[in-house]
T-cell receptor
Framework: RKEVEQDPGPFNVPEGATVAFNCTYS??????FFWYRQDCRKEPKLLMSVYSSGNEDGRFTAQLNRASQYISLLIRDSKLSDSATYLCVVNAGGTSYGKLTFGQGTILTVHP | EPEVTQTPSHQVTQMGQEVILRCVPISNHLYFYWYRQILGQKVEFLVSFYNNEISEKSEIFDDQFSVERPDGSNFTLKIRSTKLEDSAMYFC?????????????FGPGTRLTVT
């Protein structure tokens, strides 16, 4: 099983649509979880951390289910500028000094 | 807003040559990292660095690689004898100490092309 596995995508949605991404992770000792976005040939940019209770930042909502080792990201009212690759990222915690493990990413294209 | 910077943005080198990639982490951050991303593949961890020493490294980070913090601001990655398969985007990242949930901030990357 891959350490971090995401929906293969790609997702192609119209402006204003709601889109959801799913992710699973294999290391049950993982302590911190994130969604990053990456534009073509650019660096990963932190979109949001994912908290156990779920959290929301504007149009973005992240959920974590530790029992199922599952993370999700919901984007409401999609904008053209949301087009990017969304990366599910996990930190194993403990003595790992913050090493991040990335999923392969899911490509989102929002069209007019 | 503070940001991580990296130089050069693009480096072309011949196989067998040494390269040094440079990074300036965010000023109050104390944990530093290098990651790489081969074109079309996922981002992979190379090494973490804290308190002037390597705290963790991946299998990719073999004897050809080294890291250094030569002064109070720079953090470098050296590849001693580059191979074709070292061609990739190299990202530096940094994070603060304390309860910040391991949030790491990435620099814009150096694209390394080995010919």
């Amino acid at each position: 099983r891959k350490e971090v596995e995401q929906d293969p995508g790609p997702f192609n949605v119209p402006e204003g649509a709601t889109v959801a991404f799913n992710c699973t992770y294999s290391n049950s000792a993982s302590q911190s979880f994130f969604w990053y976005r990456q534009d073509c040939r650019k660096e990963p940019k932190l979109l949001m951390s994912v908290y156990s209770s779920g959290n929301e930042d504007g149009r973005f909502t992240a959920q974590l289910n530790r029992a199922s080792q599952y993370i999700s990201l919901l984007i409401r009212d999609s904008k053209l500028s949301d087009s990017a690759t969304y990366l599910c990222v996990v930190n194993a915690g403990g003595t790992s000094y913050g090493k991040l493990t990335f999923g392969q990413g899911t490509i989102l294209t929002v069209h007019p | 807003e503070p940001e991580v910077t990296q130089t050069p943005s693009h480096q072309v080198t011949q196989m067998g040559q040494e390269v040094i990639l440079r990074c300036v982490p965010i000023s109050n951050h104390l944990y530093f990292y290098w990651y790489r991303q081969i074109l079309g593949q996922k981002v992979e961890f190379l090494v973490s660095f804290y308190n002037n020493e390597i705290s963790e490294k991946s299998e990719i980070f073999d004897d050809q690689f080294s890291v250094e913090r030569p002064d109070g601001s720079n953090f470098t990655l050296k590849i001693r004898s580059t191979k074709l398969e070292d061609s990739a985007m190299y990202f530096c990242a940094s994070r603060a100490t304390g309860w910040v949930r391991y949030e790491q901030y990435f620099g814009p990357g150096t694209r390394l092309t080995v010919t």
